[in-house]
């Protein structure tokens, strides 16, 4: 039996599974990327008087027995009537309530229903103590982030602290695409560090040119 196993092709579930990560990564950071995975919804978001859905990443999360997802500001289009999560192209899953919808520091909490297929994170278990975010925040450390860029995944990234900005944005060196704002960023021990807010776009002879692999992060200590 172990011999047929063993030449057994994996199924399309297994392939694609959530907690199919490579034993590559040391122990602390496998347990990283499936906390990132797991957690991990698509945003949809439309208007009643336009067409269209406007999509990005977040963050699922409980405290008190209810339910919570933490996302960029940016792409939310309408009321909470039009604002949808998904696991999968069939399961959507509803608003209750927006709680705080910050379009100056780009973010967004909002109560939604229990969703099956994804584990809340709960905050108080990832959000780094004041004393850690020095080392959270140090040149190099690893970052790792799962996201739907260009509404495809979900997809998973790693990459390391870059920088930070003089208004303390975090710049990590990874790789984004529309669709990729609002997904939880992760340090390599597992604390949830903050939300991907956008791309670098500097100035060249050649007019704009947007830098792919600088990622701007809001913090977790903005919100």
Known sequence: ????????????????????????????????????????????????????????????????NRYYVLTAAHGIMGDCEHFFVATGDDDLYDCIRYITIDQRKDYAVIEIEKVTGRIPLR????????SEWKSQLAILNKTFYTGYPNSIGPLTFDGSVAGLSE????????YAWPGSSGAGVFARD????GIVLALNVGVTGAGYDVLEDVVIVLPLFKI
Do not use: C
């Not at 905050?123 to 004041?130: E, G, Y």
């Not at 208004?167 to 990874?174: L, V, W």
């Open 1 to 64: 039996m172990s011999v047929q196993e063993s030449m057994r092709l994996p199924s399309a579930e297994e392939l694609a599974a959530l907690d199919n990560v490579t034993d590559h990564l040391i122990a602390t950071e496998q347990h990283t990327v499936k906390k990132s995975r797991n957690s991990v919804l698509r945003i949809l978001s439309g208007h009643a008087t336009r067409d269209g859905m406007a999509t990005m990443s977040g963050t699922y999360l409980s405290h008190d």
């Open 123 to 130: 905050l108080a278990q990832v959000i780094p103590s004041n």
């Open 167 to 174: 208004s303390q944005y975090i710049y990590i060196h990874s």
């Open 190 to 193: 597992g604390d949830l560090i």
